[in-house]
């Protein structure tokens, strides 16, 4: 297998908005950012992702661009980020920027200039269509809730958004959207930066005549098309190809089989993708566990076949890993520091987003009101427009929604977790006397202690990285067993993902000998046994010989 950094390296993901506020205005900027680089430093992590920075209206905080050469008014300046660059340079950790490049926002000059009438040069910038019948150019629907289409009065014509009606989708058939586009990726790397994370790039290409999908919300006519294909290599070819960085593709709807045609190294498209199979999981329990477990499986087979894979739990539009996959409750630190082991320990990169480290939970806003995510917030009027009882939608939504990461960092005990001197833009979640990186820095036995040293766990033993994988007790609901093995070394991973106890049988392994060398509860090693009862929650990693 190949050496790279990037599949070495450890990955931080920050929210900018809700990280750290510098000026008190309530909003999380760059600044913040560089004041908590050693923190990160401190943490081990090599890598750091930040969610879009540019110049934006922030219909969907940021992911709405208006101009890519420049950085949101909220967030900081130019000089700015070429001190957060710097500053990151400094202390050997890399920088990859979020690339939004399936859509633009529709203050972007190129979409004002497309809207103002029918023969403007940069029309076909974007995807218009005449109406059919009166209505809609087809079924498709926007993942903001209703029609993928908007009309346009003063052309009389609908232009495509497959997010909301301030995100205009681009049209990637036409020449000058990808050299454009190119020109201003080529002009990012210049400046230094590590990569990109390209935000859901397999949406780029639509069906040649834009049929109906099949089902309303079915994905098949914009997702995966061969047009991505195409732009990837061109752009890997001219552009990327000239830079050592990495690239992750957002792809959400992808298989292993057609994830592999982007990170097969022949192919030259993207060195990782994020593919969403286990976060449309419910929970980490029962059936569900045995699922979770085959699509690891299916998905170490990209790798052995000349591919790579990344490993998340966790970003801006997930609820909170601990409250999702583990247990909230009682067993927070214990479950917290369960995932924190798996995500350390199975094949691809892992990324870890801010927050996770300290065992950051879902948080339950009393009202709508309260809530800020575009997401919650059409979804609860569609609903309520159904006639539903807005207080059982609330309720629904709660666990499900994007604010669940999207609030402050806590940071420690003061006024709003320490996140900004001023009124945060989205509420703290109340927990953060409890949890808080000032708190976890103290108490040996936090969560927050425990990812440093599962990070640097993963740094002492390359066969976590480049090591095979094969999983044990496949048809268990409650353990995750998995061997990681290189030739110099065996590792077992032994992950007791329940509230219940457990016996974990050695029998199955014909072993010579064991050695305890991580656990996630205290631990005596003197489990010489046959047997080996795991309590709650618990994580252990051995040397097997
Ligand atoms: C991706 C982003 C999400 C955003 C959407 C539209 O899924 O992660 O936050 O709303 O794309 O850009
Ligand atoms: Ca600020």
Redesign the pocket.
């Known amino acids: 297998m190949n050496r790279k950094w990037w599949k070495e390296a450890v990955v931080y993901q920050i929210y900018p908005r809700s990280f750290n506020d510098s000026n008190g205005d309530g909003i999380g900027d760059l600044q913040g950012i560089i004041e908590k680089l050693d923190y990160l430093k401190w943490l081990g992590v090599d890598v750091i992702w930040l969610?879009?920075i540019y110049q934006s209206p922030n219909d969907?905080?940021g992911?709405?661009i208006s101009d890519y050469y420049n950085i949101m008014n909220e967030l900081g300046t130019m000089a700015d980020f070429d001190e957060l660059l710097e500053e990151t340079h400094k202390r050997e950790l890399n920088l990859v920027m979020?690339l939004?490049i399936?859509?633009t926002s529709d203050e972007h000059d190129w979409f004002v200039e497309s809207r103002s009438s029918r023969n403007n040069p940069k029309r076909d910038f974007y995807i218009w269509q005449k109406g059919k019948d009166g209505k809609e150019p087809n079924n498709w629907l926007s993942?903001?809730s209703g029609s993928a289409w908007e009309y346009d009065e003063k052309t009389g014509e609908y232009y495509l958004h497959?997010?909301?009606r301030k995100?205009p989708d681009l049209n990637w058939k036409n020449p000058e959207v990808k050299e454009e586009v190119f020109k201003m990726i080529d002009w990012w790397l210049k400046k230094g930066i590590d990569g990109f994370r390209m935000?859901?790039i397999n949406f780029i290409g639509k069906a040649d005549g834009l049929p109906d999908s099949k089902k309303t919300d079915s994905p098949e006519q914009y997702a995966n098309q061969p047009l991505v294909h195409e732009v990837l290599q061109a752009m890997n070819r001219e552009v990327l190809s000239n830079y050592d960085i990495m690239t992750v593709g957002?792809t959400?709807f992808v298989t292993p089989e057609i994830g592999r045609l982007y990170v097969q190294e022949e192919r030259q498209e993207l060195d990782m993708i994020f593919h969403f199979e286990h976060v449309y999981l419910a929970n980490f329990t029962g059936e569900n566990f045995i699922k979770y477990k085959e699509i690891q499986k299916k998905w170490y087979d990209v790798i052995r076949k000349n591919g790579w894979n990344s490993q998340y739990l966790a970003?801006?539009?997930q609820p909170r890993p601990v409250s999702k996959f583990g247990n909230d409750q009682k067993y927070r630190c214990e479950s917290a520091k369960l995932l924190a082991t798996m995500l350390m320990t199975l094949p691809g990169t892992p990324y870890i987003y801010q927050g996770e480290e300290i065992g950051m939970t879902n948080v339950k806003f009393s009202s709508i009101e309260n809530y800020n995510d575009?997401?919650t917030v059409n979804k609860y009027k569609e609903e309520i427009a159904k006639g539903r009882d807005p207080e059982v939608v609330l309720n629904e939504l709660q666990p499900l929604s994007?604010d669940n990461s999207r609030t402050p960092m806590q940071w420690n005990s003061n006024q709003n977790a320490g996140f900004t001197s001023g009124t945060p833009w989205l509420k703290v979640n109340p927990n953060y006397k409890k949890i808080n990186v000032e708190k976890a820095l103290l108490a040996q036995d936090s969560v927050l202690n425990y990812y440093k040293k599962m990070i640097s766990f993963r740094k002492e033993h390359a066969t976590l990285v480049y090591g095979s994988y094969q999983p044990l007790m496949e048809d268990d609901q409650q353990i995750y067993a998995y061997i990681r093995k290189s030739n110099n070394e065996s590792l077992l991973v032994i992950l007791n993902n329940s509230i219940l106890e457990k016996e974990f049988d050695w029998n199955q392994l014909e072993l010579k000998e064991r050695d305890l060398l991580i656990a996630n509860l205290p631990t005596a090693n003197k489990d010489k046994g046959e047997k080996t009862i795991l309590r709650p929650y618990e994580a252990r990693i051995y040397s097997i010989f």
């Open positions: 969610n879009p969907d905080n992911y709405d979020d939004v399936n859509h993942r903001f497959l997010f909301s995100q935000d859901v957002e959400p970003n801006h539009d575009i997401w994007r």
